[in-house]
């Protein structure tokens, strides 16, 4: 078992998270996304733009090209709930071949907590000192008894294989892990969200700092199309229907048409007397003296063109 | 947690596995095998023999539309070996969702053994009682202080899932557990052999008795062709090249060649005349008095002709 | 190759999707649910209410454990684009093996259209009649005499595995594919939708078809909370908590007040006088004559308690 | 499409495979592996050693650690073929986006043969000039016809998804195909072989030379444990058993117990007396005298002493 290497990031009272090697970043995603798209994606002639227009669609395979091997420490607990993920490559220290070393994790009181009453697999609420020391006292107590237990059948000769089944899984284990930045990055939307158990959300956060070190343009339109933003259900939807009232929809249309023209713009910078029927050509329906007058505002700010178009047209579909 | 259910073969003291489903048997491999090679498997007129030949020239996809979906209870340190075989879909019972029941695994006096000094992984030799009696009495004073704790943490309303941490890897899970037919036997290739650890062999051996009844070809041409038998790498085989004599060699040939000869005679009856040509075709340079000697003997099998030549050519090889 | 069976649904000119065989349904969903989250599960005693609730969690493992095997007869580009869903179990007609047979696709004049300026990757626009003929004279040509040549090599004995190579590809093939429900739900969302090309979208449909019929909750789910509703981006996100007044959002949030009284009085009925009290526990603002009126208007519909309680959170963090 | 790059291996007539980038080699096998065996692997303190090791032993998860990206071009015949192994990370050329180029596969005359009569799926035998011309003329034939028909309907504006389904399976395509070591060497295992189709076996052939460059110690390990070699069934292994002389089969054995004193000799050098002796623990039954002989001879050689014993166990197993 290893101790904290240099280069690591500590995760809860005993284990880390290192990266052991990549393969490729953002331009290794733009590079294959070019072979798949040929001359199609020229004009999207960003990395960046094509990065997240690819995540925004949902074109997945470019982000697997990427790569990353990280080498962990974590209680077996945690490895249970880890495991589940099936694509990544993993070689674990083995209590088959290796003896147990006597590294257990204790939890810090601060994440001692209560039963959840809503929700049936999480925490909440606040425990009061004397429980805690009592959890305390008692993960202490079986991680003791249980090691030297262990130590001394070990010693008596008896089979690791079989001596290592009375360790508790507070026990701390260790792994390769390997995996590509696709199926990385939906570990880390389900484990760093705040459904996750705090001890396995720890190690997710870590290996979020080094993606978001490696692919960072990965990372931020993950971010802003997969993790954060939200959902509605088609019950949801048919509700908003119902209850949002068309100005108002009108009114977020008529500022995307805005948004839109001064994105045109700026692209491309046009004369003043373009401006007005370009914004007409984006559905806006405000009257000249009226565009003059907002336009003049210095409120509108610029954004993706293409993301824009695809707002609108929800916003439509909610009419 | 479940009970023994009474359809279920018994594994260890408390665990099980129960075939709860399955998807085809031998008539679906040999169903979908016609669909790849088209005509092509006109001749292969029997299923049985059909199967043979997949499995001896490792077409696997066929074996892949076979699904089994398995109910299984096991030890926590069986579980995790068990789940690194990552084709397999799985639902595990949540120690973040339920409570855990008190079930642990203790093992019986005759499968406590002492480390294997050869091999790393494994164990040998007989403990004494003493050890033995010290052995149970361990596994049970850290089962039920564990599980004390444990349920009064519980009552006090500690988050399950933070309290479960300190019960040790004897304690049983239960899972379902669902896998094709081609990764299936891999597991059971690797989890029934004599190297892997007793207590998921069990688990193995229960899951082959049911492929056993599921699949009898596949499961008799798994064994056939890739469990028993044996193989040389390179180095031995240069070695097998330089010992064995020519004159053993030619002999087996010789065999061979007879036995080619009873095989095709026996799949369509010639004519006492044409034996001895059909002989000399296969290779035989027996006299026609010793070829009359030997065939009247009695003593030659019957054997699968394909076979039979794959086998003369790997003889010939070794020449 | 296969010509149409009875049971199957035919696709384009000369294919079909057929169902072979499924493992389970609606019913091994909530079996294997059960299994994993124990008594956790008691509550949602309905199996529709689970399976939904499974499938808006994005908890996916236990649809995983529903298993489908279809016979398919589709062109060459169509397979080219299907095989890429990974987890299938697939077995094809080689043409290594066997030989070809004359089967190729003709499209349809209604799905002869002009390549999309917009989507790279779509047609758009009707094509006028002569085009339309040329287009399927051509389609003729090409396939007449690919199979001419075709079958000349054939019968001069040249390798199969090498007179293939001058097929076009919408030459038809046929396999069977076998896959779990979860990443077939995953291969229809994605090649059932609008952007998907009309070709593989009809094979995606006629599975669709199947699954509705074999595991309707899952289905009916799926589409509610997968295909149907929207998504909006964090960036979009941000527009709308700018754009959308704070009235408009409570008044939604209003009416969810409602929506969660009248599901709770339908879930287990309370006294008229215990309504009132009930409807500001759910966050309600009326005053008890604006709530009285409205109570009788008649027009609350009953929903799902948890989806509501999700809704209105999500409403609020628009605020 | 790409012309050949510079640091390309050709393949076929216009394609190439070109490895893009590679994460670890040799090391990271070795780094990985001790990782999971810990201490127990301080003893075979050579890393060739302990991956032939690894890889006679089947511990595979080591060997996916290794992760390779090629850039590849080749027909959609090949490229159909080459899409069944499932674990690879693609990014292909797509025909909906981007326009095919004038690419087509014209096999070189040595390469056109009959189809064999022994094997289905295989070529063999010459063919005469005559035929070859016809072949080669067929090819081009086809390949100009249909790629002046896809250009004309793609000059008339019909939809690439759809044109470009008259264009034969000989036009060449193009991906970025990422891999880890073990599934590699497993397609290499299979793509390499003499009954591949010759057209995939050149790009498998050009991914292994850069394999042997990357990690030459598992290359040379795969050669002689997985692909060289032989295997016997067990119904082979029962011819053997009844027809190998026990004679031959000790003097095998006896040949193995001297390779084995030598080899434990090499790598401790021992005194005089004690080889005798070290010679009988290893199994030797030749009188003192005799030993003497032999030993002087210099015709020893100096093996693998793990793999020395297993050998000797295999030899017993048929006596």
Redesign the interface.
């Known amino acids: ?2 101790d904290l290497p240099n280069d690591a990031i500590k995760c809860l009272d005993k284990g880390f998270v290192r990266l ?5 970043g953002d331009d ?1 995603i733009v ?3 070019r ?7 020229s004009k999207l002639s960003q990395d960046r733009g094509l990065i997240r227009y690819l995540m ?1 669609h949902r074109h997945t ?2 982000f ?2 990427v ?1 990353f ?1 990280f ?1 962990c420490k974590m ?3 945690v490895a ?1 709930q880890w ?2 993920h ?2 990544a ?6 209590l ?4 147990a070393r006597d590294e257990f ?1 204790f ?1 810090d009181p601060n ?6 009453a809503v929700n ?5 609420g606040e ?1 009061d000192k004397k ?1 805690k020391q ?2 305390q006292a ?2 202490k ?3 003791d ?2 090691f030297e ?1 262990y130590s ?2 070990n010693e ?7 001596a ?7 026990l701390y284990t ?3 892990w ?1 995996n ?1 930045l696709h199926n990385l990055l939906h570990f880390i939307g389900l484990r760093s969200d705040g459904h996750a ?1 705090y ?1 396995i959300r720890v190690f997710s956060d870590a290996m979020a700092s080094y993606v978001k070190k490696v692919a960072p343009f990965a990372w931020e339109a993950y ?3 997969v993790v ?10 048919s ?2 229907e119902q ?3 068309k100005r ?1 929809l009108s ?2 249309q008529e ?2 048409s805005y948004k839109l023209t001064a994105s045109l713009h700026s692209n491309k910078p046009r004369d003043e007397k373009d401006l007005y029927p370009l914004y007409k050509k984006q559905g806006g329906s405000d009257s000249i003296e009226d565009f003059n007058l907002k336009w003049a505002s210095g409120e509108i700010e610029v ?2 063109v293409r ?1 824009l178009r695809e ?1 609108k047209s ?1 916003i439509e ?2 009419k």
Chains 1, 2, 3, 4 share one sequence.
Not at 35 to 41: A, P, Q, R
Not at 89 to 94: A, G, L, V
Not at 164 to 170: E, G, K
């Open positions: 078992m290893s052991v090697d990549s393969m490729g290794a590079q294959s996304a072979v798949s798209y040929g001359k199609g994606t925004r395979t470019p697997e090209m790569e091997k080498h209680p077996i607990f249970r495991v589940r099936r694509t490559n993993i070689n674990e220290y083995s088959r071949y290796s003896e994790y939890p994440h001692i907590e209560f039963q959840s049936k697999q999480g925490r909440m425990v429980l009592k959890v008692y993960f107590e079986i991680s008894r249980s237990i001394e059948l008596a000769g008896v089979a690791r294989e079989l290592r089944a009375i360790l508790p899984v507070n260790e792994w390769y390997k590509d158990q001890e971010q802003d199309y954060k933003g939200m959902r509605f259900s088609k019950i949801e939807q509700i908003l209850k949002l009232p108002v009114d977020i500022d995307i954004e993706n993301e707002f929800k579909s909610l």
